[in-house]
């Protein structure tokens, strides 16, 4: 590293240590790179070289020392009176004497270096104030001077700062200290960081905007032995900057058939209109769902049949041949409509990109049937006993945060388009949850964790209280969807079937 180089870094590692400015470390190689920077440290350089740089010639080398002493006299045309004392008399003693100097003794004051932690609003806070001379005597910290109440004050006996924020900001404190009985007092900065609740804004969309949705939906099926509750509300990020939920979702049940049907989806945040490609997609596939269920479709009866005995391989195989085929038109009629609202308002298609995940059920007995599609993340399970969960697909999941799968042709034609089906039949099935990565990202965090029984026994810890009156319950998830989680601010869409 050069010396201009090391003066930049000592200079901005100084500055920064005792301002107690908190940065990334991204933005301090930044701040050393700075070209701004590297110009004031030159202009700086500069004025040193010329206030110290003065041409001396050899013979006026010494003149700056003589310019020290004092004018030389003329001891030969000077007179020097001196007080005069009248002579001495033996044995008498002077009167007088010259003063002995008398030397002030030097104190050297302590330098102190004081510590804390910084705070937040609205948490709890207990941080130790500590306290080290460069003497390295051990002093006692006596008191705490607060600029104004921000909910903090000083507990002599721990020597510690507590209390509960109730205002962000910077805070000079005069920490009063003593060491060998002599005070001293100096000023430390208590920084209190904000809430990060406090910090979203809540702003609705332009009134004249294309495709308005609801922010918050909620609908609820409540028929003989049938529970299905669907929720969905506009996220905080949604929320901040004014835009519309981009999420959608479906249920229904059909009391001929005994189908039940449930969906979500949601739409590219990237995307312009998502929130209407969302829409798109779950109108399409529900629609195109419940007339191939109902019990006017011949071509299910002997499917029906499997269903009920699920005793035969080859019919089991066959049956998740028909759903793959169900599936699939579903997802291409879907495609299609939204091919058509692309060129009906002249946008590309991929302004209309959603994920999907689509689940049809029905109850036998004590045994739930059921047949999941799933192109994009989030999550769909079907969980019970206690304890145990199936997860009825795989998540797509990118090289980054966010990347997923949307719904278009390359995902229709690939050659692994099967897998996106899942069949099954299980007993003791308590909960069938489908979920957008509005809620699976801050529940289950990672791909494994969606594997994680326990995860998912923690959710349905948190969502039974919703559940417990069948009525309210879709008020209460849509409520229960506002819980705040750093760093997870999408809309977030929970369909139950309990």
Not at 226 to 249: C, K, Q
Request: aromatic letters at 8%; hydrophobic letters at 40%; charged letters at 20%.
């Amino acid at each position: 590293m050069d010396k201009k180089a090391l003066l930049t870094k000592l200079i901005i590692d100084d500055t920064l240590t005792s301002q107690r400015i908190a940065i990334h470390e991204e933005l301090i190689i930044a701040l050393y790179e700075d070209a701004e920077i590297a110009q004031y440290i030159d202009f700086i350089i500069s004025i040193i070289k010329a206030k110290t740089a003065e041409k001396i010639t050899p013979q006026d080398k010494v003149q700056p020392i003589l310019l020290l002493l004092p004018p030389a006299r003329d001891l030969a045309s000077e007179e020097i009176s001196l007080p005069e004392e009248p002579p001495l008399k033996p044995g008498q003693i002077p009167t007088h004497s010259s003063p002995m100097p008398i030397e002030k003794p030097i104190i050297h004051r302590p330098t102190a270096k004081i510590t804390l932690s910084n705070a937040k609003v609205g948490t709890a806070f207990n941080s130790t104030l500590s306290i080290e001379l460069d003497t390295l005597e051990i002093a006692k910290i006596e008191a705490v001077d607060f600029p104004e109440v921000v909910g903090i004050s000083f507990d002599p006996e721990s020597c510690c700062l507590v209390g509960t924020p109730t205002k962000s900001g910077n805070f000079t404190l005069i920490v009063h200290w003593s060491v060998n009985a002599i005070r001293y007092h100096d000023e430390v900065l208590l920084i209190i960081n904000p809430d990060p609740r406090s910090l979203w804004q809540i702003n609705e969309p332009p009134a004249d905007s294309l495709y308005p949705k609801a922010h918050i939906d909620s609908k609820l099926i409540l028929k003989d032995n049938i529970r299905i509750a669907g929720a969905s509300r506009r996220g905080r990020s949604h929320e901040h900057a004014g835009t519309f939920r981009d999420d959608d979702f479906y249920i229904h049940h059909d009391n001929q058939s005994q189908w039940n049907i449930l969906i979500v989806a949601d739409g590219a945040g990237s995307a312009r209109y998502s929130r209407e490609g969302s829409r798109i997609a779950i109108n399409t596939v529900s629609h195109y769902l419940k007339s191939q269920l109902s019990v006017e479709n011949k071509a299910l009866k002997p499917h029906l049949e499997t269903i009920h005995q699920w005793n035969n391989n080859n019919a089991i195989n066959q049956l998740g041949s028909f759903f793959a085929q169900l599936f699939r038109n579903a997802a291409q009629l879907a495609i299609n409509n939204l091919k058509n609202e692309a060129i009906h308002i002249n946008e590309p298609v991929k302004s209309f990109s959603t994920t999907l995940l689509a689940t049809v059920s029905l109850r036998i007995n004590d045994e739930l049937f059921a047949a999941s599609f799933w192109m994009g993340d989030g999550a769909i399970a079907a969980y019970g006993p206690a304890g145990k969960v199936r997860i009825l697909g795989i998540p797509d999941s990118g090289e980054y945060a966010g990347q997923t799968r949307f719904l278009d042709d390359s995902a229709l034609n690939d050659a692994e388009f099967n897998r996106r089906i899942i069949i099954g039949k299980w007993k003791e099935i308590s909960h069938l949850i489908l979920m957008t990565d509005g809620v699976s990202d801050p529940i289950f965090e990672t791909d494994n964790g969606l594997q994680d029984p326990n995860k998912w026994a923690a959710l349905i810890d948190e969502i039974s209280p919703c559940l417990a009156s069948p009525e309210t319950a879709d008020q209460k998830l849509a409520e229960w969807l506002n819980f705040f989680s750093a760093g997870n601010h999408d809309d977030r869409t929970l369909v139950v079937a309990w």
